[in-house]
């Protein structure tokens, strides 16, 4: 029988506590071996005067751990103290927060609030380093915690195994000095952006795609209305990214180190945010004018790790004067989220999946099995690219990347159209077949297949209706699923 929620809390709570215990021993242990012989015995055996233990303010053991960082000028004792007192909240615990979260328990900030409410899959480990084969099908949250714990049990981890909403994110972020955006989605970004200038907090926000990546710190300073703050997430990105070119990591894949490279960044800016503090441990926002530092430019950095020139920064316009969350004419409020009336999904335009074609112009996965086994004359276009198409392809089919068929530009009427090298492969393969052969299109989910049968009906190549064009709906995806299940699932 599972365990319950609170059950799974107190267990964790009383692992993390007996780790702790566990680590005082041993240094008692250290220090009466180093101390039980020669002449310096008597001494070590001095019984501490009192108040004596309280003499410096980390204990004998946060020297020894945190000392590499704490010689620095740019920490010091002063700036790991605001570690230790500090909170830092880290939204998803895939490819970004795993390396940010390790670097931050680490360094010894006092509180991580860990929110994630996916599991772990096997397809992750490649590139979320706090993940391992054991903890498949685990609370990411959880798997993630038992890795931060072993690496430095003295911080408190805060486990929210469930995925932000907009009820739940401004009291949540109203408990921590920082947030950290490592989603990958635009509705999660732009929820979590407008959260943080409600809860008056600074963000840092990253993401990764392919082989490239970015990096902003956002709301920094936190100053409420205040145009000289630092910028929002809707200042730089007004409008969300149409929804068909929305990728995730699963749809565009990511090289692993290029999304490790982006999170330890992340938590790198994290750090000077922390240090960027009052004397007294106050926020930039809360210090004003009397903070430690002005702000500085703010700036995006770019990474391309296949680049000759790997790092750019960008640098960025303040805020926006007409800015929906930030600036005096907002018009996002608390009240907005709370009550639900700002629906992300909308906005970012993904209500539901890619439908463009009609039911009598898509076919099931089971359907096409048929058509191939009865020797139907057909001819397959895979519009995958040919990366993917290299990893595993079905025989006789022609492989067109999308981009190639939506790069083929028309003049004037429909018929006259300037094909590139691969267009004009297909139309040689089709001169070898009958008017009326039927032409398939099929991709890895059953969305660019769509859009690519519109656009070859555009080109031409439906013969004056006299061809059937048409997709496979759920692409590779529904043909593991329902022809064939060994078919590689990447």
Known sequence: MASSKPDIDALLAKVQSQEAELLRLRSELAKALSGGAGPSSAQSERVPKENESHKWPLDPEEYQRYGRQMILSEVGLQGQIKFRNASVLIIGLGGLGCPAAAYL?????????????????????????????????????ESAASQLRKRNPRNKYNLYPSHLTPASAIPLFKQYDLVLDCTDHPTSRYLISDAAVLAGIPLVSASALKTEGQLLVLNNPPRKRDRKGGPCYRCIFPRP????????????GILGPVVGVMGILMAVEALKVLTDRGSDGETVAEAGSSGTSPPEPHSMLIYSAYSSIPFRTL????????????????????????????D??????????????????????????????TGEAQVLVDVRDETQFGICNLQDSVNIPFR??????????????TDNQALHVLRQALENVSPDTKLYTVCRFGNDSQVAVRRLKELGFGNDNQRWIGDIRGGFQAWKKEVDPTWPQY
């Open 105 to 141: 328990a680490g360094a010894g900030v006092g509180a991580l609030g860990l929110v994630d409410g996916d599991t772990v899959e096997l397809s992750n480990l490649h590139r979320q380093i706090l993940h391992t084969t054991a903890t498949v099908g685990s609370l990411k949250v």
């Open 241 to 252: 990214p149409a929804a068909d070119t929305a990728l995730s990591c699963g749809e565009g």
């Open 315 to 342: 640098k960025m316009k303040g805020k926006r004067h007409d800015c929906m969350a930030c600036s005096d004419a907002h018009s996002i409020t608390e009240n907005s989220l709370l009550s639900g009336s700002l």
């Open 344 to 373: 992300y999904v909308v906005f970012c335009g993904m209500t539901s999946p890619v439908m463009v074609l009609a039911s009598e112009e898509r076919v099931e996965a089971t359907e096409y099995a048929k058509a191939r086994e």
């Open 404 to 417: 190639l068929i939506e790069s083929v530009s028309a003049s004037g009427d429909d018929s006259h159209v």
